[in-house]
């Protein structure tokens, strides 16, 4: 038997360990069984959100029925930690008479130890092949052989490796058994949370495919005028699907070249931003395997770490509860916690506002989105925060400080989405929107707090800690 651990690639398309079983299987006469380890208090540990679990969970419900139908058993274990993932998938292994272990690697300092432990502490072959990213992670390097430290370069190396090697998207195995029976993993009834992620990000099989292929036809030509506005639905939101390996960065790759004719390769082409956006995904996850510290709360410009971050528990809970007093800020902080999810453009406004304007560490929201996003994924969110908080892979210097006041006014220029997530400001005319206090205190209102900072003092304190460690 041959066996495939899933983890963080929960699908069957262009999934290079399941093809590897499946063929192996084949010429050896065989039969794949497939794993996915819950460990509960390891992700809990990694800030993992309560409803990222669950859509991973319910999807793995999903993925076990169609395995199933191919002939693959799909085997749950559970343990704490990672450390103990060895043992259990040895006795995996030994019970069930497994052959060979296949998995798509991991590029988490963590994971990757977690591998290492389970290849030197099986007694079958460990086939680790990679399959996260479209070219593999570590593989787009500069002239020196070093990891490229800001994006455009990058880019460019990227898009020329991507022309020389193409990319190809595994199919789907077919049957490799009779159908099998399947128990799904009986879930407890789902929170309101929980059960509007699961409502907004289907986990039928099928249904990131059918997400990808909608943005495509409708909305990837104007993806560069709007992806900037929170209030349409601009952006592909696939986040979700791509971090959980539902769908492959080379599915996506794949459906554009189809509904373009041909891949875009340089800025101005349609298509281009959006595709650009990926290989912002390949960026981060390219430099995560690089420079193993960002898997440890370290910052990728080393000598920030002497930058005097403020600790203020009240401050930051009024940034993680959006009651800051800037109403763009609040309106995505309580999007954020009603949905799980954050539009882009957001994610760049609060993380400046908590870094630049609270003065408060990255790290702490680093770990607060981890704790909320269903889309958390530890590469594209230290790149982002790291990005913001001017500690990061950035070509940008650290006295880029986004104004939470003319960032509203420019991308939410009506007030559509403030007004969706700030009821209290509903009756604000369009003109005070972004500035509402005045307008509120004439007409005695009082819900909404004053803004929590003087935004030009706090750009000129925050560009001051850092000229302190010139
Ligand atoms: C502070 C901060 C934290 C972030 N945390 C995460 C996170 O935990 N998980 C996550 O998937 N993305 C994160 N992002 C990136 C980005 O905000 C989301 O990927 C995006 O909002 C998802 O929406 P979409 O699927 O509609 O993206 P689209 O705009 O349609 O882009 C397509 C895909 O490209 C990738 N992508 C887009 N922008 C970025 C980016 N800046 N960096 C890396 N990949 C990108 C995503 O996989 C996305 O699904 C973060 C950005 C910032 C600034």
């Known amino acids: 038997m041959q066996l495939v651990w899933f983890r963080q690639d929960l699908r069957l398309v262009d999934h290079p360990a399941l093809s590897a079983a499946v063929r192996q299987a084949r010429q050896q006469n065989q039969t794949v069984e497939a794993v996915f380890i819950i460990s509960r208090a390891q992700w809990r540990r ?7 679990e669950r859509f991973l969970l319910a999807r793995l419900n999903e993925l076990g029925a169609v395995l199933a139908e191919l002939g693959i058993r799909l085997h749950r274990l559970e343990v704490d930690w990672f450390d103990e993932v060895p043992a259990a998938l040895a006795a995996l292994v030994q019970a069930r008479g497994a052959r060979a272990l296949h998995a798509i690697s991991a590029i988490e300092v963590d994971e990757r130890r977690r591998d290492a432990a389970v290849s030197r502490q099986l007694s ?13 992670p570590g593989s787009v390097l500069t002239g020196k052989g070093e990891a490229f430290k800001v994006f455009t370069p990058f880019s460019r190396a990227w898009l020329k490796a991507l022309a020389a090697q193409g990319s190809t998207v595994l199919p789907p195995p077919g049957p490799v058994a009779a159908p099998l029976g399947w128990q799904p993993m009986s879930l407890p009834r789902p929170t309101a ?7 907004d990000w289907p986990v039928v099989e099928g249904a990131a495919e059918a997400r990808l292929t909608q943005f495509l036809e409708r909305a990837v030509l104007d993806y560069e005028s709007q992806r900037d506005l929170p209030a349409r639905e601009g952006t592909a939101r696939l986040s979700a699907y791509l971090a959980a390996g539902i769908l492959s960065p080379r599915q996506c790759l794949a459906a554009l070249q189809q509904r373009l004719g041909r891949l875009p390769f340089s800025r101005g082409e349609p298509g281009f931003a959006w595709l650009n956006e990926l290989i912002w995904r390949e960026f981060y996850r390219h430099l995560l395997v690089l420079e193993p510290r960002l898997s440890m709360d370290q910052p990728f410009q080393l000598h920030t770490r002497a930058l005097a971050w403020r600790q203020d528990e009240a401050a930051f809970a009024a940034w993680c509860q959006g009651r800051t007093g800037y109403p763009i800020v609040d309106a995505a902080m309580r999007c954020l916690n009603q949905t799980g999810w954050m539009h882009n453009r957001l994610r760049m406004i609060v993380a400046s506002f908590l870094t630049k304007d609270l003065h ?10 981890m704790s909320r996003l269903v889309d958390g994924d530890l590469a594209a969110n230290n790149g982002g925060w790291q990005w913001a ?4 892979a950035d070509a940008a210097p650290y006295f ?10 420019r991308f939410d220029p009506k007030g559509d989405f403030i007004r969706r997530w700030l009821p209290e400001l509903a009756a604000v005319p369009d003109a005070y929107l972004h500035t509402p206090h005045d307008w509120l205190r004439i007409k005695g209102l009082r819900d909404y707090p004053a803004p929590m900072v003087d935004h030009a003092l706090a750009r000129q304190q925050a560009i001051a800690m850092f000229q302190q460690l010139e």
């Open 389 to 392: 908080a001017g500690t990061g």
């Open 46 to 52: 990694h800030q993992m959100a309560q409803v990222r």
């Open 193 to 199: 949370l929980e059960a509007r992620v699961l409502a």
């Open 124 to 136: 079958v072959p460990c086939h680790f092949v990679p399959g996260c990213c479209v070219l593999p």
């Open 360 to 369: 408060l560490s990255w790290r702490q929201g680093e770990d607060y989105f």
């Open 400 to 409: 880029r400080v986004f104004n939470p006041t003319t960032q509203g006014q």
